[in-house]
């Protein structure tokens, strides 16, 4: 049986039951138990199941799920920025660009967090300054006051210098068809100095953003790892960004 079908079975099947089993769904569609292991892994990335020991269950079924913690009045940043504190370990090297939005990650972060954060948001200094394990490195340029950002060649020459584990982007407009889209020239120019230098790119964007294209082009999907968004993973919203090798929360 093709994969869709498979997919389209685990699907409909937990529609109707709490729970899948790797050895129900073995059994249903004549494949192996690793098999079934896969699809549910590559379902759980895209959003549209939860992974439990020994199958899945229904994202609006599972006790854990983010969306079932969070205060139902959390803004959209919020909601973002606390998805966000499972990916940042210690001792990362991360970059955080420009924007508000990586500046409620910064918000949110732990007492006790220790990482290298390397930006060109001024507006996040101080915020980070207040963490004795956060060193903070900032890149140069000019200083935009609408944006509080530096851009600009200095800032992507000095991007070009570092290695990091961790890139958390701000985003103006994501799409499938255009990918990451910026509406300034030199922002969208820092961000792919950052990207060239990044083990892991993690798109920060909210509701409203996705669909939407901005002029300036950044990369296509397949440049990126991780979406996380306001929405439960499962919403219909993210659908046409599901199934590109990019993993939603």
């Given amino acids: 049986m093709i994969r869709e079908k498979r997919f389209e079975h685990i699907i409909s099947s937990l529609k109707n039951t709490d729970m899948v089993t790797y050895s129900v769904m073995s059994a249903d569609l004549s494949v192996s138990e690793d098999t079934i292991r896969r699809d549910i892994d590559y379902l759980h990335d895209n959003g549209l199941l939860s992974k439990v020991r020994g199958g899945a269950i229904s994202r609006n079924k ?28 210690p001792g990362m090297t991360v970059f955080m660009d420009g924007g508000t939005t990586v500046c409620a990650i910064a918000e949110c972060l732990p007492t006790n967090t220790s990482l290298r954060v390397i930006t060109n948001n001024i507006a996040l200094i101080p915020l980070l300054g207040q963490f004795r394990d956060i060193e903070v490195i900032v890149l140069g340029g000019n200083y935009d006051r609408d944006t509080q950002t530096n851009t600009g060649a200095r800032t992507c020459d000095e991007a070009a210098q570092f290695v990091v584990d961790l890139y958390l982007m701000g985003t103006c407009a994501i799409s499938k068809d255009f990918g990451i889209t910026a509406s300034m020239r030199e922002d969208g120019a820092v961000k792919k100095a950052m990207l060239k230098g990044s083990k892991k790119v993690v798109v920060l964007s909210n509701s409203r953003k996705i669909g939407t294209n901005e002029p300036f082009v950044v990369c296509g999907l397949q440049n990126t790892h991780v979406l996380i968004t306001e929405l439960p993973s499962n919403d219909p919203k993210l659908d046409e960004l599901r199934f590109k090798n990019l993993k939603i929360i």
Avoid: C, G
């Avoid at 983010?66 to 606390?82: G, H, L, P, Y």
């Fill in 62 to 89: 599972n006790p854990l799920s983010f969306q079932d913690r969070t205060n139902f009045q959390s803004t959209e940043k919020e909601v973002i920025a606390m998805k966000a504190q499972s990916l940042l370990k």
